[in-house]
C-alpha cells in the first residue's frame, strides 16, 4: 500500500485536485457544491449515493455512481468527501484511504470508539496521512478568534466554557445516545482544542424531557466536561428547541469573559419588533467554516503537506468522549473518566 501512496500523493501535486463524494444527501450535497463555487483548485468528478437518482441530480455533469467503493476505485478521483451515513464511514474510510486517496470524512469517523480504533489499525500509520475528519467549527471565524484570545491570554487563564447547541427539529429516529454521537461530538472536539488540553472526564444530565419529543429521545440533555488543566465546561444539547439554529459558546477567564456573537448579517425592525432571525439548520451558519474547510484541505492535498484538519486520531479521541458520555448517561450520570485512546 505504500507505494500505492506514494504514486497517488506524487500525482496529485498538480493544480487540480479531482474530488469524488460519497453521499448525496444534504451533507453531500451541500460539499459537493461548495467545492463547485467556491474552492479553488478542485473539480468535483464524481458523486455516489445509495439512491442512484439522487447521485445523479448531485452530479451536475459528473460521473453518478450507486456503489461508493466504485467511486474509490474510479482512476478520475483523487480524493474522497465522505458525506454518507455515519454507519458506513468506517468502511468507506478504509476502503479509500487504501486505494491511496486523500479522505475527508464527516464527523464522527466511525460510529463507536471501537471502530474508530480499527479505522486506524486497518491504515497504519501512513495511511493516516491521508486521513482528515470534518470538526468544521475549528475553521469558524468565531471559534478561531475564541482559540486565538484564549492562546493570548486574553481573558486570563480559563476557568469555565460554556456552550449551548440548540436547532430546530431533531431526525425522527433521533436517540439519546444519537444525540451525543451526532451533535455533542462537536463540542468533545472542539473544547479541548480551544483550550490546548484533552477531556479526561465526563458526567451527564438532563431536565425533564420536552414535550415536544418522543419517549426514546432525552432532550435537552447537560453534558459536563473536565478537562487536563483543570477547566471546567458545560454542554447544552437541545435538537428539538424550536425556535432555531443557535450556537453559542462563552470562555471564562479569571480576568474577563469572551463569547461568540450571532454571525447575523441582517437585522429587522417590523411588526412591534427588532432582532435578528435564525437559521433553520447548520448550513448557514457554518457555510464560511465549511468553505474555510474544504480549502484548506485541497490546499494541503495538492501541496502533499500535512491535514490542517482535525486528523483520523482526533476523531478517536472524540469518540472516547462521547462513549464516556454515554456510560454516565446509563449509570445515573456518574463522573467517567475518558479512556485515553
Avoid at 500535512?306 to 472516547?320: E, N, Q, W
Avoid at 458520555?325 to 446509563?330: E, F, P, R, T
Amino acid at each position: 500500500m505504500v507505494d500505492l501512496i506514494e504514486a497517488a500523493v506524487a500525482a496529485r501535486r498538480s493544480t487540480i485536485l479531482r474530488v469524488g463524494v460519497i453521499g448525496a444527501g444534504i451533507m453531500g450535497a451541500d460539499h459537493a457544491n461548495t467545492l463547485r463555487r467556491a474552492v479553488r483548485g478542485a473539480e468535483v468528478t464524481a458523486i455516489a449515493d445509495v439512491d442512484l437518482g439522487r447521485a445523479r441530480a448531485a452530479a451536475d455533469g459528473a460521473r453518478a455512481y450507486d456503489d461508493a467503493f466504485a467511486l474509490v476505485a474510479d482512476p478520475a478521483v483523487d480524493a474522497v468527501v465522505i458525506a454518507s451515513h455515519d454507519s458506513a464511514h468506517a468502511e468507506q474510510v478504509v476502503a479509500a484511504v487504501k486505494a491511496g486517496k486523500a479522505v475527508l470524512c464527516e464527523k464522527p469517523l466511525a460510529p463507536t470508539l471501537a471502530q474508530g480504533r480499527q479505522v486506524l489499525r486497518d491504515i497504519g500509520s501512513t495511511g493516516e496521512a491521508l486521513l482528515s475528519v470534518g470538526f468544521m467549527r475549528r475553521f469558524d471565524p468565531g471559534y478561531a478568534a475564541l482559540r486565538q484570545a484564549v492562546d493570548d491570554g486574553t481573558v486570563g487563564a480559563p476557568v469555565l466554557v460554556h456552550n449551548i447547541s440548540r436547532g430546530v427539529s431533531g431526525a425522527p429516529n433521533a436517540t439519546s445516545e444519537l444525540s451525543i454521537t451526532g451533535s455533542s461530538i462537536h463540542e468533545f472536539d472542539v473544547v479541548p482544542w480551544l483550550l490546548r488540553s484533552p477531556v479526561v472526564e465526563v458526567s451527564w444530565v438532563a431536565p425533564r424531557r420536552s414535550s415536544q419529543v418522543h419517549d426514546g429521545l432525552q432532550d435537552p440533555q447537560l453534558i459536563h466536561l473536565r478537562t487536563a488543566d483543570g477547566v471546567l465546561s458545560t454542554c447544552e444539547t437541545f435538537l428539538n428547541a424550536r425556535y432555531g439554529y443557535d450556537i453559542r459558546c462563552e470562555v471564562v477567564g479569571e480576568t474577563g469573559a469572551i463569547s461568540l456573537t450571532e454571525p447575523a448579517r441582517v437585522r429587522l425592525d417590523a411588526g412591534q419588533r427588532h432582532g435578528i432571525g435564525y437559521p433553520a439548520d447548520w448550513r448557514p451558519r457554518f457555510a464560511d467554516a465549511y468553505r474555510i474547510e474544504l480549502q484548506a484541505w485541497v490546499d494541503s492535498v495538492l501541496a502533499g503537506a500535512p491535514t490542517p484538519l482535525a486528523t483520523g486520531r482526533d476523531g478517536v479521541v472524540a469518540s472516547a468522549a462521547a462513549e464516556a458520555v454515554i456510560a454516565s448517561m446509563h449509570d445515573g450520570g456518574r463522573v467517567t473518566k475518558v479512556e485515553a485512546p
